[in-house]
């Protein structure tokens, strides 16, 4: 079941999602000082793609840093990102089989916001390391 949703999510909004995290990431990569910011980024590229199956848990050693990084992060890039999910999740709510996608957006809305200082992980495993 979660390969199907997968699949359906590919089509219907993930593909597109990940591809402005990609664009995301390599215009942070080409300003060499926010190549974390890029890493980050693509990271959720791949979760964005294909989320099914996993989730986004803090990580225990996240610091200041990260909580800076997060603010520059959001006036950057974040509320676009995020703006892009809160679009295409009301777009998906319209049609009842796309609501299970429509909500998928609405949770990647804090990760698109705040990347760093968390990690994605398989649903099973909930630890953080």
Request: net charge positive.
């Amino acid at each position: 079941m979660r390969t199907l949703m997968n699949v359906l999510w590919l089509v219907l909004a993930g593909f597109w999602m990940a591809l402005g995290y990609v664009l995301a990431g390599v215009i942070c990569c080409i300003l060499i000082i926010t190549i974390p910011f890029g890493i980050a980024s693509f990271r959720i590229a791949g979760y964005a793609l294909w989320p099914f199956g996993r989730t986004v848990v803090p990580r225990r050693d996240a610091g200041a840093a990260s909580v800076l990084g997060n603010v520059i992060w959001i006036i950057v890039a974040g509320w676009w990102l995020a703006l892009g999910h809160l679009t295409t999740g009301v777009l998906l709510c319209i049609s009842i089989i796309g609501i299970p996608f429509g909500i998928a957006n609405f949770k990647l809305i804090p990760i698109s916001l705040t990347p760093l200082g968390h990690q994605i992980v398989p649903t099973g495993d909930r630890t953080s390391f």
